[in-house]
Structure formats: C-alpha cells, structure tokens
C-alpha cells in the first residue's frame, strides 16, 4: 500500500479552469501538508492541517483553498489557474505538530499541474 | 527565513566524498535532510535535533551546530546512486513546518 497518495499525477489545462488534487494518507498521522516544486525546484510549503485544522497558510493566493475532511485526507482545489501555478505539488504527512515535531516528512509522488 | 545550502551542484566520481553545507540565519531546532531523484519525491535521510548531535546513516553522516545555526551532509565513498537533489529543511520549532533550502544537485559519474 501507498502510504501517501495523490490524484491525479498529471494534470494540463487552460488558464482560467479550476482544477483540484487529492491526497490520502495511510500513515495515521495527525498532520498534512502541500509543498509547491516549481522549475527551479524550490519547494515550498503552501498549508498545513493538523486534525483537519488549517495550522499553516503561507501567503498562498485565495484562489488555492485546501480541505481537510479527515486527517488522512487533504484536497487542494485551484480556481482560476495561472501561468504561474504550474509546478509539481507535493502533498506530505507527519506526526506531531510544534514542539513534538521532529518526524520525517513521507511524500507523496507529486501531481504535475501544467497550465497553458 | 529559508536557509542557505553551498554548493548548488557537484560532480563526482564514483568512490569520492562530498560536503554539503546548510545554513540559517534564525535559531533552530531541528536540521532534516532529503534526498530527491529526478521524477520522484523527496525522500527522508535523517533528522538532527538541537542538541549538536551527528548522525549517520550507511555512508551518509551529518552533523549540526546550533550555535553557527548550520548543517553539513557528509557523503562519503559515493556510489551512483547517491545521485540527486539533496535539500536541508529547517524548523524552528514555533510552527509545524520544515523550510527547504534551494537544494544542491550531485551527479556521480563512474
């Protein structure tokens, strides 16, 4: 089994559409995250949930709006795409947040967004 | 805020050692290290906690001082498959989050 997934691995679209990506985890993790890679392979951490609550939002644009229905699920939907938001997006999970954090971040394989 | 890894790239040859350097300009509390090959996602090699511990793993060690808030990723007899992007990440602790470096690429040729 996977311990981190996400759907779907690729995505291509028109500026303008809305798209989103899941992510599950299997791991019984408290805590999700979305890691934005771009071509310079920067990555970025864009949110983070703990228990379904959003615990981190890095001045990441409104139009990227994260739900956590569960804390083995983390969406990500995307309105109004742009050039610039193409890029690979990691989804990620963890256990324990703050000061018991010290746990290795496990992956998933990434959903590559291309917007034309 | 997000810290400094030296250098961008290095090109070994098989069996040869390599340092990479992680730096920060912010007090930490954990230095986390990630390897990742092209197409694939970053994977974990290991976590130092404050506290100036090294830590190894096969022939890959590191090692953190938290005073000089820096990191160093020691690879030693390199084999190809040590190829890839390496990235440190950094928490201070205060918030749930690790903050990658710019990454460092090392080719291994045989």
């Known amino acids: 089994d996977t311990a981190v997934s996400q759907t779907p691995k690729y995505l291509v679209t028109q500026m303008g559409n809305d798209k989103s990506i899941k992510c599950e985890q299997n791991?019984?993790?408290?805590?999700m995250y979305w890691y934005k890679q771009d071509s310079k392979k920067f990555l970025k951490i864009m949110f983070s949930?703990?228990?379904?609550?959003?615990?981190i939002n890095e001045t990441v644009p409104n139009r990227f709006s994260p739900k956590s229905p569960d804390k083995a699920h983390l969406n990500l939907h995307i309105n109004s795409l742009e050039l610039g938001d193409s890029a690979v997006y990691f989804c990620?999970?963890?256990?324990?947040?703050?000061?018991?954090?010290?746990?290795?971040?496990?992956f998933g394989e990434g959903s590559r967004l291309t917007v034309l | 805020q997000q810290p400094v890894q030296s250098p961008q790239a290095v090109i070994l040859r098989e069996g040869e050692d390599a340092v990479i350097n992680c730096s920060s300009s912010k007090a930490l509390y954990s230095v986390h290290w990630y390897r990742q090959k092209h197409g694939e996602a970053p994977v974990f090699l290991m976590i130092l906690l404050k506290g100036g511990e090294q830590k190894g793993h096969e022939k890959i060690s590191a090692s953190f001082n938290e005073k000089k808030q820096q990191s160093s990723l020691y690879l030693t007899a390199s084999q190809l498959s040590y190829s890839g992007t390496y990235f440190c990440g950094t928490d201070k602790g205060s918030a749930s989050k690790i903050i990658f470096g710019s990454g460092t690429r090392l080719s291994i040729r045989p």
């Open positions: 949930y703990n228990n379904k609550e959003l615990i």
């Open positions: 990620a999970s963890s256990q324990g947040t703050g000061r018991t954090f010290g746990g290795e971040l496990f």
């Open positions: 791991l019984g993790h408290d805590t």
